[in-house]
């Protein structure tokens, strides 16, 4: 099954307004929004919609109070959409929308959607570096500080649900769709990677009790670690809470800084994200600390040396 | 533990059926948080029982739209108000740590046992 990722992600929120210039402050850019919500977009066209929780044109909502309705991933063409839709009619309703998409559901309850991928290609280089016993990847003259660069998320990255039953639902991606397990956290969940796409996971799920099922976060790919810095650094001066980060993750080596958010799930922004082919070999680990990451910061207050003590410190204690 | 008494606002400053954050030790964020109904005031720490997180998704966003839920904004928790419970979400069943407040006449609200640690400068 050629599926290359997610292509949208849909909530149901309580509040469409906040929802709104969240996202917007985010760094998606708004498409056919107005009081209702709408889609807010990276620069490939992937994104999330956004409909309040009583929207009749959601599909149903969790149980839980998550505000998840569907994942919609996008897939390479027509003749995968077929292929989708003779496997899963075997043993389930698989709708299909007069826009040709397809709708189910998966064996953990999450509601699906299938589309030809709405993913486009943009030209705009990653981040460079340089480094001595390399060739240089910015040139003489080529700048790599900028401190008013305005970040743009570049493409939906992966989503994570917490899930009742982890074996079963890796199962019903593996078997049915085609995923193939990257890595592993032993009794916790399997980082999964559809066959059209090289990136370590496009999703990750947590073993958890069913009253917590739903999506734990998303988070869309910037240029490089500069970038998720610096966005999450503008991000967080415009008052949003952090919850995790910034940091770096092991198992797919993805720079990360997660937040809170209005749709009541973890926004994440990432970048560098290892890429696999079926040559792979999964690795296992149980879930630790140590596992998770191979460093964390925590942001504070800009300050200098020798421009008065740190925050929190009175002059004096610095030297 | 060295505990004290801080004063944290007056009423007035508490809108009906809003939330206000606090950070009475200058710890930089805000630890806990009080909201109003009515004539009623309701204090719990900044944290939920799910996985010790900060609740809010901007400064003072403790409540959903309605103004009749806490929620916390890292996996959508949904708590009652008055009691602290958790109705709905990933710590079912579980409550807020509640903070004891002393309102004045004037209405001045204090926080009470505030425990006194290395953050303070004072």
Known sequence: ?319 | MTTRSRRLARTRDIPDRTARGFDPRGDGEDVLFVVRRGNALYAYRDRCPHQGARMTWRRHAYLNRAGDRIVCYAHGAEFDIASGRCLLGPCLGQSLEAVDLHVTEQGEIYVKNEPVDGHEHE
């Not at chain 1, 056919?32 to 620069?43: N, Q």
């Not at chain 1, 009742?164 to 078997?175: H, I, L």
């Open chain 1, 1 to 319: 099954m050629n599926i290359v990722g997610p292509d949208f992600l849909v909530f149901g929120v309580d509040d469409v307004e906040a929802c709104k210039q969240f996202l917007i402050d985010y760094g998606l850019q708004p498409v056919d929004v107005d009081a209702r919500g709408g889609r807010f977009v990276a620069l490939d066209g992937t994104g999330v919609e956004i409909r309040h929780k009583e929207d009749p044109q959601l599909p149903p909502p969790l149980g839980t109070g998550n505000a998840l309705r569907q994942t919609i991933y996008g897939v390479a063409d027509e003749a995968t959409l077929e292929r989708i839709a003779k496997e899963l009619s075997k043993d389930r309703e698989v709708v299909r929308r007069p826009t040709g998409a397809l709708s189910t559901v998966d064996d953990a309850g999450f509601a699906l959607g299938f589309q030809v991928t709405v993913r486009r290609p943009f030209d705009l280089p990653g981040e460079r570096v340089n480094a001595p016993g390399a060739p240089p990847l910015r040139p003489a003259n080529e700048i790599g500080a900028r401190p008013d660069v305005e970040v743009k998320p570049r493409s939906l990255s992966h989503v994570v649900y917490f899930v009742p039953d982890s074996r079963k639902a890796e199962a019903f991606y593996v078997e049915r769709l085609g995923f193939v397990c990257t890595d592993r956290f032993v009794e916790t969940g399997p980082f999964l990677r559809p066959a059209g796409t090289q990136d370590h996971h496009t999703l990750f799920m947590i073993e958890t009790p069913p009253f917590m099922k739903g999506c734990e976060h998303f988070t869309f790919h910037l240029g490089g670690p500069t970038e998720v810095l610096q966005a999450g650094q503008q991000f967080e001066a415009k008052g949003y809470q952090t919850f995790w980060g910034p940091g770096r993750h092991i198992f797919g080596s993805n720079w990360f800084w997660y937040f809170n958010s209005p749709l009541g799930c973890h926004i994440e922004y990432d970048a560098d994200m290892d890429l696999h082919d079926d040559t792979w070999v999964a690795r296992e680990t149980t879930i630790s600390a140590d596992a998770s990451q191979i460093f964390l910061f925590k942001s504070i207050e800009k300050w200098m040396p020798s421009g008065g003590p740190p925050p929190g410190k009175s002059a004096g204690v610095g030297h």
